[in-house]
């Protein structure tokens, strides 16, 4: 096996072994156990346990992201587009979280353990929310925006509560939705707002 | 001592014991001690070790809103007046944070236990909003509201970062400030916004 051995082979193999050993135990030759395969096997793809974690964990982001990739090309007006959006990326995490708590929270800790990962997330999540401001202002949907890569990270720091997994305990609460709701109504007033009044601006 | 002794002298030992042994080890015994007191005359004011924190972390929390509570009245128009309440919230939690990280763990973890205490403490900050909304509407310095307790709530959940000690780790970055100040602007153009495009409303 060790001579057709693929990196997605070793990625899956490692995502189950980190399931179930956990992200404190999991190591290189549990991996390499699970293939029946040596650790220099392993090695050959990654260098380091390290670099399997990152691998594992971006493999694992970018899987559970394609459903709100998709969502942020929808055809939509932007407005629409930037709600459903929003519901899709808190769908997708409260799915996630519910249909497999402990790959969550193993992930979770992966994710968390590695800012490189984290910020490149982000920066994903908040390119794809700038994209459709972008589009919602080319087409008069949303008004005119000064910055629109700090309005999108606006959006996104607003929305944390629905979509952060330090907030993973709240999703299954009573009146969850109608929070979320509220929320994406005061966003998306202030994106269609008409400019009129005033706006206190930061001191 | 015991004769004199106040509930007032039993809370702020308390805190002490509380930060001392941290809060899983803290017990009425210790407070006793610290007191020169039994253990019996500490019971005789809080009947259980259960209501001793509870009370304990209510004074804690209640000292360290002072400064919100008083921003929420200042004689200011309703949106200057939401934006300084909101800086001074995110500037008391984060002092708390950085004068006494120990204190401020302990308390966080306190509260925590204690869901009542929490769900008493959000609604009276989201109280202090709702009144400052009202208050804009009124004087017309904000548009129309249809549900101002539940827009008071999502203006609460939208600044979560800024204020819910599970972002306390991001309070001393590079940048808070500035997204501090993108969420405020994002708010404040909600709910001053001029009615008139349309808004999606919530399937």
Redesign the interface.
């Known amino acids: 096996m060790a001579e057709t051995l693929t990196a997605e082979q070793i990625l899956d193999a490692a995502q189950d072994v980190l399931r179930r050993f956990g992200p404190s135990k999991a190591t290189v030759v549990d991996v390499a156990r699970a293939l029946g395969v040596s650790h220099g096997s392993v090695y050959r793809h990654f260098p380091s346990k390290a670099a399997l974690r990152e691998a594992v964990t971006r493999q694992w982001l970018h899987r559970s992201h394609a459903p709100v990739a998709k969502a942020a090309g929808a055809d939509l007006p932007a407005?629409?587009r930037l709600?459903n959006w929003l519901a899709t990326l808190f769908d997708t995490k409260r799915h996630k979280v519910l249909d497999d708590p402990e790959l969550f929270a193993t992930f979770t800790a992966l994710v968390v353990e590695n800012s490189t990962v984290v910020a490149d997330h982000i920066a994903d999540l908040t390119g794809e929310i700038a994209r459709i401001l972008r589009d919602g202002v080319a087409a008069g949907?949303f008004a005119p925006i000064e910055d629109v890569d700090?309005?999108a990270?606006?959006?996104f720091?607003?929305?944390?509560?629905f979509h952060d997994p330090?907030?993973s305990g709240d999703w299954t609460r009573d009146g969850i939705d109608?929070?979320f709701?509220?929320?994406?109504?005061?966003?998306?007033?202030?994106l269609?707002?008409?400019p009129?009044?005033?706006?206190?601006?930061?001191h």
Do not use: N
């Open positions: 407005p629409e709600r949907e700090r309005t990270r606006a959006v720091d607003a929305t944390a509560r330090a907030y109608q929070a709701d509220a929320v994406c109504v005061l966003i998306l007033t202030s269609t707002a008409q009129g009044r005033e706006v206190v601006q930061p």
